[in-house]
């Protein structure tokens, strides 16, 4: 269900093409949209927002799934064809995400629904995510929304796999005639920190009696708490600005993410489509809820992936880290 958007390079082959020099290359010209690399049966594509990478999926028996990107080193060692599309930018972050899709409406028949209510309740639920359509001997078609606003189509006008925009209400009814209907929805990368957040404060409904007997302890350690976290972050976010500065921006922004996905599956909350963790604008934003020892350990396994893959020097990385020893101690972190 990714369209495709204006081609940019098509069907380049492997035996003329070096792949990662390719990635390089769009990442300076500041692209923005996806390449896709093709193996056989399979299909794995690479999201670029303005030359950074924003993410990596893979297309398995039609269904979108993350990848890890050590599998493109099997797929590199055989013969692939590699396509990229051109999109806006802002359109890039959504077809990245949508392999988190929640199907929430199944089997609904066109032609028993009224066409202009049905997109009226889309539109007051301000559902982002999109509408797959089927109709026998036909391709599938999909209408794209965001926050209950259609933002673009594929195959309405019956131009296989390109991305449409700019129709009328009668081309979409007449398109969707007789086919039955499923509505995908993208949560939002907040969700899970939301619903983290919810069960947190349902822990201790009926635990009144404790809670006053330990309130002023409780105050204390938190306030120690958000002292470390606060003292951890500002190590890590001059690690973090160290590492960029001594990278080519865009590169830099690349090799994390690359990265924190390698350890996400150790640590989930560095998954950067979790919307718990992100480096930018020389900040750290991490999710308060994340327990701290965890997110030590995890920042610091992290920046050592970093200097590894842009075999940067760790000296200064241990200067840094010299200034917060105590801290760092606590948390079981050697310099």
């Given amino acids: 269900m990714i369209p495709k958007f204006d081609v940019y390079h098509t069907e380049l082959h492997s035996s003329y093409i070096y792949f990662e020099k390719y990635r390089l290359f769009l990442q300076s010209q500041r692209f923005s949209g996806y390449v896709q690399l093709e193996n056989g049966q399979k299909q794995y594509l690479f999201f670029l927002k303005e030359g950074k990478d924003v993410g990596y999926l893979k297309i398995v028996d039609h269904k979108l799934k993350l990848f890890d990107l050590s599998e493109i080193e099997l797929i590199l060692k055989n013969s692939f064809s590699v396509s990229s599309y051109r999109s806006p930018h802002q359109i890039v972050d959504f077809f ?7 199907l929430i409406l199944d089997n609904l028949f066109f032609d028993s629904v009224e066409f202009d209510k049905f997109f009226n309740q889309i539109e007051s639920k301000k559902i982002t995510g999109f509408l797959q359509a089927s109709k026998s001997g036909e391709p599938e078609r999909y209408i794209y929304l965001y926050s ?17 925009k700019n129709l009328d209400k009668n081309q979409i009814q007449v398109a969707l005639k007789n086919s039955t209907v499923k509505v995908y ?25 404790n809670i006053k007997t330990t309130h002023n302890q409780n105050i204390t350690d938190k306030s120690n708490n958000d002292e470390n976290r606060l003292s951890i972050i500002e190590c890590y976010e001059k ?15 690349s090799i994390w993410r690359m990265c924190a996905l390698e350890l996400s599956n150790k640590y989930i909350f560095l998954n950067p489509f979790a919307g718990e963790f992100n480096y930018d604008n020389s900040k750290i934003d991490l999710w308060e809820k994340i327990d701290l020892k965890i997110a030590t350990n995890a920042l610091d396994e992290l920046i050592n992936a970093i200097a590894k893959k842009a075999n940067l020097p760790k000296d200064g990385i241990k200067a840094i880290k010299d200034n917060y020893l105590t801290i760092l101690a606590a948390y079981e972190i050697r310099s």
Avoid: W
């Avoid at 990245?96 to 929640?102: K, P, V, Y």
């Avoid at 209950?148 to 449409?164: Q, T």
């Fill in 148 to 164: 209950g606003k259609i933002f673009g189509y594929m195959n309405i006008k019956g131009k296989d796999g390109l991305f449409e």
């Fill in 239 to 253: 690690i973090f600005q160290l590492l960029e500065k001594n990278t080519e921006s865009v590169e830099f922004t």
């Fill in 96 to 102: 990245a995400r949508c392999h988190a899709t929640q």
């Fill in 185 to 209: 929805s993208i949560p939002p990368s907040s969700d899970i920190a939301k619903r983290r957040s919810t069960s947190d404060s349902d822990s201790g409904n009926n635990q009144l009696d």
